[in-house]
């Protein structure tokens, strides 16, 4: 997509069936409702081993997703396990 027809869009300017497209496109856009961190950035954010990383794999603590051999964790699991650890 070109940027002078983005700023077409924004401007309002329904000149074309081509804009209509883009509008479309743009309104239907898929979007990421959640932030999704890989094993790497999980392990440096944390400031863990990957060792330590396994183990809240393996007993439940950290839920995780594998696509094709990579590990993804949503920040919001991250958040939610440092919630219900917290020590007051």
């Known amino acids: 997509m070109k940027r002078k027809n983005l700023k077409s869009v924004e401007a309002g300017d329904h000149s074309s069936s081509t804009h209509v497209n883009e509008e479309k496109l743009l309104r239907n856009k898929p ?8 094993k ?14 396994q183990n809240w794999r393996t007993n439940g603590i950290l839920p995780y997703s594998k696509i094709h051999g990579k590990l993804y964790y949503k ?7 440092l919630h ?3 020590v007051v």
């Open 31 to 38: 979007t990421l409702q959640e932030v999704w961190l890989a």
């Open 40 to 53: 790497h950035d999980v392990m440096e954010l944390m400031q863990i081993s990957e060792r330590t990383l």
């Open 75 to 81: 920040e919001s699991d991250i958040q939610q396990m």
């Open 84 to 86: 219900k650890r917290k």
